[in-house]
């Protein structure tokens, strides 16, 4: 039977990895995350397809988490969280891209949601450079 977990996230913790911990935590291998909150900081990413990296920006003060979406499965044996978010400063004006490490908790609320079935499973994509789901194991 599938499980939801609803959490608060540590205060002053990293986004995507205290996500990585409680899918670890409750053996989540297949599934989805939704976070909503605030953050101190955030680090979001937007892949450059024709170079295959991600551009990084930075938003080194105080927004709010108005949506965070994405979902759970394995990469190289471990929970990986793959997310996205869409934030605003205090102006209103949103932002959003893919969440990366450091993206500092002031204040969230995570629901981790199992979907039933075997481990999803993330391998390296040589047509996108993207560790992507193994077809097989969708």
């Known amino acids: 039977m599938a499980r939801t977990i609803m959490t608060r996230l540590t205060h002053g913790g990293d986004l995507v990895p205290e996500l990585e911990r409680l899918a670890a935590q409750h053996g989540l291998t297949r599934g989805t995350v939704q976070v909503i909150g605030a953050l101190k900081g955030a680090m979001l990413g937007f892949y450059q397809q024709e ?3 991600y551009q990084i920006q930075a938003v080194s003060c105080p927004v709010e988490i108005l949506s965070g979406l994405g979902n759970i499965s394995l990469r190289d044996g ?6 996205h978010l869409v934030i605003s400063g205090e102006d209103g004006h949103c932002l959003g891209g893919h969440a990366m490490r450091d993206c500092i908790i002031y ?3 995570a629901v981790l949601t199992e979907v039933e079935g075997p481990p999803l499973v993330r391998t390296l994509d040589e047509t996108t450079g993207l560790s992507l789901w193994d077809m097989d194991t969708v």
């Not at 471990?78 to 997310?83: F, S, T």
């Open 51 to 53: 170079e295959k990296r």
């Open 78 to 83: 471990r929970a990986m969280v793959h997310l």
């Open 107 to 109: 204040a969230a609320e």
